[in-house]
């Protein structure tokens, strides 16, 4: 019998069908491949604007005026029923107040980020993979954002009057799949 249940055994670990006869790294390498894959054909979707009117209070950090704070409001309509991930804003109240509203509507946060820090900034990119996110950011950090996000050189920083333009951009994977922007 014993005999018998050792040629069984090496007639499995001959067999490359049973997962039984992988060695774990093999199983390691084919579980690490399938999450790549799946990866790869996730959808990401990123939306970035910059904050609404800021206030005249003759400090570096104003609060939004009060057509910002309408402007926040619209802009939470406007997204109301989508659903998103996560929501990111520079450390500035004006970039922070611009999407809360939206993100308190969706019972979640709004974390920070420093729009010079590319390591954070990339770090919040692929922590957004499969997901949707609103990042919230300054008339002369989200164009260039968006721009290297497209791989173009395609929009210029944003005139100092303008607060309504937003961009949608959508990854499967890394592929960029499709990009607009809009004014809100």
């Given at each position: ?13 001959l ?10 790294t ?47 409001a619209?802009l ?63 008339s ?20 100092e ?24």
């Amino acid at each position: 019998m014993r005999t018998i249940l050792i040629i069984f055994i090496s007639v499995l670990s001959l067999c490359p069908h049973y997962s039984g006869a992988q060695s774990l790294t093999q199983q390691r390498e084919t579980a690490r491949q399938q999450i790549k894959d799946s990866s790869e054909r996730r959808v990401s979707t990123i939306i970035l604007l910059r904050h609404a009117e800021k206030g005249e209070d003759g400090t570096t950090d104003p609060s939004l005026s009060d057509k910002g704070h309408q402007r926040a409001a619209l802009l939470a309509r406007f997204l109301k029923d989508v659903p998103i991930d996560a929501f990111y804003a520079t450390p500035y109240k004006r970039a922070m107040e611009t999407i809360t509203p939206l993100a308190k509507a969706q019972g979640k946060e709004v974390l920070t980020y420093n729009p010079a820090d590319r390591n954070s900034i990339a770090a919040m990119i692929r922590a957004g993979k499969g997901k949707r996110m609103v990042i919230a950011g300054h008339s002369n950090t989200v164009p260039p954002l968006v721009n290297a996000l497209i791989g173009k050189n395609e929009f210029a920083n944003i005139d100092e009057q303008d607060y309504g333009k937003i961009w949608f951009l959508v990854f499967k994977g890394d592929e960029l799949i499709d990009y607009s922007v809009l004014n809100y």
